[in-house]
């Protein structure tokens, strides 16, 4: 937990156990891209810091994963979707070989000719050849 405190130094932030060998940071005030370079730095910092699991010789180094997921607080927001969905990251970093941040995939945007394809629909599709043989969505 000390390495975290490195990491969060702003007054507002708050770390919190949230089970075994599992912290939760709450960074209010903070888009994707910052929680992102907050998550990049415990990693970072447990990595440098060469920490181990005991004092025993072969005793496996700690590392940490971290999975994120943003929210804008509001009355209407369930915040049991923003633990679910951070810990689903947190699985996929964990199963990707831990050590690293898994972000929120960005927004899903349409296929290049997902647009076209649409009004195609809408327009009943191709239309009769032109006079020079060509159709009008080719």
Avoid at 44 to 62: C, M, V, Y
Avoid at 105 to 126: D, I, N, V
């Amino acid at each position: 937990a000390g390495a975290l405190k490195i990491c969060c130094s702003r007054r507002r932030d708050v770390i919190a156990h949230y089970g075994p060998n599992r912290f939760a940071i709450l960074l209010p005030a903070t888009d994707e891209a910052g929680a992102c370079k907050v998550a990049e730095r415990v990693v970072e910092t447990l990595r440098d810091l060469q920490l181990r699991e005991s004092a025993a010789p072969g005793a496996r180094k700690i590392t940490a994963s971290a999975g994120l997921s943003t929210m804008v607080p509001s009355e209407d927001k369930d915040i049991s979707a923003l633990i679910e969905r951070a810990g689903r990251r947190l699985e996929t970093a964990k199963q990707a070989g831990g050590d690293r941040v898994q972000p929120e995939p960005p927004p899903a945007s349409p296929a290049k000719h997902g647009f076209l394809e649409r009004w195609k629909s809408l327009l009943g599709g191709p239309e009769e050849p032109t006079k020079d043989g060509r159709r009008r969505f080719d």
